[in-house]
């Protein structure tokens, strides 16, 4: 072999050796994008299962300020039952308000989740972009060295 058969060997040799580094740069990359996905994700469900915590203590706030509202009604002596039209309406609006709490909370779970969850999606389309893009490159640099 002469010196230039050599030096163009080296020169391939070097191309592809370039061409995997950067192809598995990018594929480590896309792992550590999959595992910040991940990550979000479980965030993204602590987050609506803290949400599902926070609506049943409200609910339970609704319902004990429900049963005070009537037994302070019992215990004036005014009446209690549904004949009793003010403490109806009081425990009706107070019932409504309980359960907006309620939902509102959950909402706000869900969408803290769908928000932790969107973002896991584009970690994981940025990770396969850039693995993309690494093969691509690498494949470039490997043609350079032809």
């Known amino acids: 072999m002469s ?5 163009a060997i080296l020169g391939i040799a070097a191309a592809g050796a370039t061409a995997a580094a950067t192809i598995y740069a990018g594929n480590e990359t ?3 994008s999959y ?13 609506f299962a803290a949400a599902q915590r926070e609506a049943g203590e409200r609910r339970l706030e609704g319902e004990l300020i429900l049963s005070r509202q ?3 009604a019992a215990a004036s002596g005014a009446g209690a039952g549904n004949d009793a039209p003010t ?5 009706t609006e107070t ?13 706000g ?7 932790y969850f969107d973002n896991a999606q584009a970690r994981r389309q940025t990770g396969d972009a850039s693995f993309l893009g690494s ?12």
């Open 35 to 47: 595992e910040a996905a991940k990550r979000d994700e479980t965030t993204g469900m602590a987050e």
């Open 109 to 115: 779970g869900r969408a803290r989740r769908q928000g």
């Open 87 to 91: 403490i109806v309406r009081l425990m």
């Open 30 to 32: 896309r792992k550590a």
């Open 3 to 7: 010196g230039i058969e050599t030096l």
């Open 70 to 72: 009537q037994a302070a």
């Open 135 to 146: 093969i691509l490159t690498g494949v470039g640099q490997f043609a350079e060295g032809f």
């Open 95 to 107: 019932s409504k308000r309980a359960q907006y709490g309620v939902e509102s909370t959950m909402y």
